[in-house]
T-cell receptor
Framework: GAVVSQHPSWVICKSGTSVKIECRSL??????MFWYRQFPKQSLMLMAT?????????EQGVEKDKFLINHASLTLSTLTVTSAHPEDSSFYIC?????????????????FGPGTRLTVT | QQQVKQSPQSLIVQKGGISIINCAYE??????FPWYQQFPGKGPALLIA?????SEKKEGRFTISFNKSAKQFSLHIMDSQPGDSATYFC???????????????FGKGTKLTVNP
């Protein structure tokens, strides 16, 4: 398997402050990491794709100046929610891509972190 | 073209029964189809995945059936257990031009409840 960690697992912050969430691939190197947001009882909503050493690619409707993503190394990506507001309260999940082989084919398997529960008061 | 349609939205099965969740896709460029299991308050866990050159893949009690011509794939959970109660997501992606993988397109999820 592959292990992806996130820190913190939950955070409460005041409106207007910034919060940083870390995503680490613990036992493999990940050239690509993804950041998702999930609302209760809903599917995962992709926010951005993060490639090591380059700028993140944001999905339509996601404010890149509000959700800052840095992919500093092959095992670490961070998401910073700037000037957080109550509507930013959500479950944020990262994933990291691990390259595996299946016969002669390459598989790009996405492994998810445990998620970070953000509550903005 | 980018959607993955998943059904049913919820499923209740008795212990020992077979749970079946279905997904359909439109984009014929998709070449990787994983299933994820998610428990409340946790991140999704990769359960099993298949590529279109194979019609079936089995890992323990979990089996993926793939029908390329119908553009459908399904997850079968044999001998379902109460511990299998979770939300299951199907997904699909395709190889990118750069050789890596593009983003996963997720179904809306199926909440499975296995009664004891």
């Amino acid at each position: 398997g592959a292990v992806v960690s996130q820190h913190p697992s939950w955070v409460i912050c005041k409106s207007g402050t910034s919060v940083k969430i870390e995503c680490r691939s613990l036992d493999f190197q990940a050239t690509t990491m993804f950041w998702y947001r999930q609302f209760p009882k809903q599917s995962l909503m992709l926010m951005a794709t993060s490639n090591e050493g380059s700028k993140a690619t944001y999905e339509q409707g996601v404010e890149k100046d509000k959700f800052l993503i840095n992919h500093a190394s092959l095992t670490l990506s961070t998401l910073t929610v700037t000037s957080a507001h109550p509507e930013d309260s959500s479950f944020y999940i990262c994933s990291a891509t691990k390259i595996a082989t299946s016969g002669s084919s390459l598989l790009f398997e996405q492994y998810f972190g445990p998620g970070t529960r953000l509550t903005v008061t | 073209q980018q959607q993955v349609k998943q059904s049913p939205q919820s499923l209740i099965v008795q212990k020992g029964g077979i749970s079946i969740i279905n997904c359909a896709y439109e984009n014929t460029a998709f070449d990787y189809f994983p299933w994820y299991q998610q428990f409340p308050g946790k991140g999704p866990a990769l359960l099993i995945a298949i590529r279109p050159d194979v019609s079936e893949k089995k890992e323990g009690r979990f089996t993926i059936s793939f029908n390329k011509s119908a553009k459908q794939f399904s997850l079968h959970i044999m001998d379902s257990q109460p511990g299998d109660s979770a939300t299951y997501f199907c997904a699909a992606s395709r190889r990118s031009i750069q050789g890596g993988s593009e983003k996963l397109v997720f179904g809306k999820g199926t909440k499975l409840t296995v009664n004891p």
